[in-house]
């Protein structure tokens, strides 16, 4: 086995919290790479984190610059999908054959699990189970501020209303246990199925929804939650513009964004969205209405007089 395993480094903590959560992160490898490679027996592993702040040499012949700056870092889902393609480059070089047996974990950094946690994940993956995704607790507030859990569970909706057969046949479960925590894994031989475009915090949903799309098996583990997690940089603004990525991912209009939000509300009236939240998906439905009949009105032909 060959296995790649990246921690992307999202902090909002700064350059102080940044080095805690890179020094966090060696130390447990540092401490488990052996049993790692004795228990599952791996041939080779390359673990590293993503730091969207530095240059980085992603494989022998690729190497990306990144911004300096933390406020002007490179989206999440573009790291990640840059790490893949440049992981599949160093296959390649090898051996091509050998993405057959090669296997790619990714945990988020920014403290928001429990490193150990990788190892569950480890131990579904495999040719049977090519996609393995945590399960947070669904007791807890999967380590999130106030409200952004409960949007994920409307999000979690949203997939389970476009992909209802693919997840009551194939999973045979009727609801989702997760959809979004920042702990899975791929087989990287599967990965010319699944058409991953993320650029920003769109990529659990991503990979979900590619998968669901793609017919491919998909497990599920439970993972853990850090005892201690530092701030997320993921903004209320981001939430909308995940929405707009899933409604292009779904295939889903506006306006049938804003049925299944009503839906939604009615039948999990317990899980309470913000109003916020629920207006600005409103309002984009209704700044879409207005810019097609606009462009309505100016491609009419003129009157006869």
């Not at 488990?32 to 228990?39: D, Q, W």
């Not at 946690?117 to 495999?126: A, N, V, W, Y």
Request: glycine fraction near 6%; charge should be neutral.
């Amino acid at each position: 086995m060959h296995l790649y395993i990246r921690a992307p480094m999202f902090t909002a903590g700064g350059k102080e919290v940044l080095d805690q959560r890179i020094s966090a992160f060696y130390e447990w490898l540092k401490s488990k790479l052996r049993f790692l490679k004795s228990e599952f027996s791996i041939d080779y592993i390359q673990a590293k984190t993503i730091v969207p702040t530095l240059e980085i040499e992603l494989s022998g012949d690729v190497r990306v610059i990144f911004p300096k700056t933390y406020e002007h870092l490179v989206p999440k889902g573009l790291c990640v999908r840059l790490e893949l393609l440049a992981i599949l480059d160093e296959i390649d070089h090898r051996d091509l054959e050998r993405r057959s047996d090669s296997y790619f974990i990714q945990i988020d950094g920014s403290g928001a699990f429990n490193y150990d946690s990788i190892i569950p994940i480890l131990e579904k993956l495999g040719h049977q189970n090519p996609v393995v995704l945590g399960v947070r607790d669904p007791q807890s507030s999967w380590g999130m501020g106030p409200g952004r859990k409960e949007i994920e569970l409307f999000e979690k909706f949203l997939l389970e209303q476009k992909y209802s057969e693919q997840i009551t046949t194939r999973l045979r479960v009727t609801e989702l246990p997760d959809a979004q925590a920042g702990c899975w894994g791929i087989h990287l031989g599967r990965l010319k199925e699944l058409p991953l475009t993320a650029r920003k915090y769109g990529l659990e949903f991503d990979l979900i929804a590619s998968a669901l799309a793609a017919g491919l098996p998909i497990s599920f583990v439970n993972v853990t939650l850090a005892a201690v997690r530092t701030a997320s940089a993921f903004t209320p603004r981001d939430s909308l513009d995940k929405m707009k990525f899933i409604r292009h991912k779904l295939g889903y209009s506006v306006d049938e964004i804003v049925q299944l939000l009503d839906e939604y509300l009615r039948k999990y009236a317990e899980r309470i969205l913000s109003p916020e939240y629920v207006t600005s998906i409103r309002d984009q439905a209704s700044r879409r209405r207005i810019s097609e009949f606009d462009a309505q009105v100016i491609t009419m032909p003129p009157r006869d007089r």
